[in-house]
């Protein structure tokens, strides 16, 4: 892991800073976030997508710096434009392990990228913040429906569903890296959460205070419209391969364990790494008992957020806030402040 004093030292460097991230997942919303608060930005870019990046004027990149594909970041290049990179959940993919030697500022806590990347990691981590998680099985202890899941998940492209060992070892064979766990019914909901440690609004965590900012679900090919397939006959295994987002909101009653879950998440976070700084989301599904189970934490900007509009946001802002507004502004007040070495690494 690259030392976080060094990253102390190239930021305090930093006279001023830009926002950069690459163009993928949520870049635009972030660039338009920088843009409401004023503060410039840098797409890094592939020659494939930069028309598409180039065709929003008030979401588009105040400069490109271009690149063959996204496994390289530009990191000399970076910090002499005094950036400040925002990860997301290409950015995470496509670079990999080598997040956690990047020479570069990245906002928030590249401990939590690293939590985020294993399996067995972000499970201890559901653990030790008290949250209810599916039960994860060995293929002989499979009794009942179950999710198999593989590494280094493409927004849950090849998960399958089985139901005994038997049709385990016949989809799956042996030696595979899978994670088993059992499928929990009921209703998805995509929590996105902020952990400020200036801002007003929220619970309060050890460290500063967590924000509820929206909820989304997300829409899965075929498991969302699979009734329709089946009503035609089409006998079609479930999968689930995230093709967008939709709003929702949460019963009310609902909200005071979501929000605890976040703050547990946050607390829990301060003792294994140093803390979250920032957007993150806690993947949930509710079951008519209204018991929440958590598959997933995603430590950083989610693309549940592009919807850009929630109610939870404008209840905490007054008016509406993007978690793309919400990044540009916390790193806006803690430059003012000089405290930016205390939210980026
Ligand atoms: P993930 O890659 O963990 O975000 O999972 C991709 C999708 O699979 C989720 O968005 C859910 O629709 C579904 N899923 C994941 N885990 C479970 C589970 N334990 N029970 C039911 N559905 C799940």
Request: hydrophobic share 35%; with cysteine.
């Amino acid at each position: 892991m690259f030392e976080k004093e060094k990253i102390d030292e190239i930021v305090s460097s930093y006279k001023d800073f830009k926002i950069a991230t690459i163009c993928s997942h949520s870049a635009l919303q972030i660039f338009h976030g920088a843009k409401q608060e004023k503060i410039k930005t840098i797409g890094i870019c592939t020659e494939k997508v930069r028309e598409l990046y180039e065709s929003f004027p008030h979401a588009r990149p105040d400069e490109f710096i271009m690149v063959e594909d996204y496994s390289q970041i530009p990191v000399k290049e970076l910090v002499e434009k005094q950036a400040i990179l925002i990860p997301h959940g290409s950015l995470v993919e496509y670079t990999g392990k080598k997040i956690d030697d990047l020479a570069v500022p990245i906002f928030g806590n590249r401990g939590s990228l690293y939590y985020e990347r294993s399996r067995d990691r972000m499970f201890d981590w559901m653990h030790k913040s008290g949250l209810r998680t599916p039960r994860i099985l060995k293929p002989d202890d499979i009794d009942g429906p179950a999710i198999v899941k593989f590494p280094g998940a493409k927004g849950g492209k090849g998960y399958m569903v089985v139901h005994s060992p038997e049709e385990y070892y016949s989809k799956v064979g042996t030696g595979a890296k899978t994670m088993v766990q059992e499928f929990i019914i009921g209703v998805r909901a995509y929590v996105h959460y902020f952990h400020s440690f200036i801002g007003d609004a929220g619970f309060k965590t050890t460290y500063g205070k967590v924000e509820m900012l929206g909820v989304d679900r997300r829409m899965e090919s075929n498991a969302d419209e699979i009734a329709r397939q089946l009503s035609v006959g089409a006998k079609v295994p479930i999968s689930f391969t995230v093709m967008g987002n939709q709003s929702m909101v949460l019963r009310e009653s609902l909200l005071p364990q979501y929000m605890d879950m976040g703050r547990n998440v946050c607390n829990s976070s301060r003792d294994l790494f140093g803390g979250i700084h920032g957007p993150f989301c806690l993947e949930t599904i509710v079951t008519e008992d209204l018991d929440v189970f958590a598959f997933e934490i995603s430590a950083r900007i989610v693309a549940g957020t592009n919807l850009l509009k929630s109610p939870y946001a404008i209840y905490s802002h007054g008016f509406n806030f993007t978690t793309g507004m919400r990044i540009a502004r916390e790193l806006k007040d803690a430059h003012k402040k000089k405290k930016l070495k205390e939210i980026v690494y």
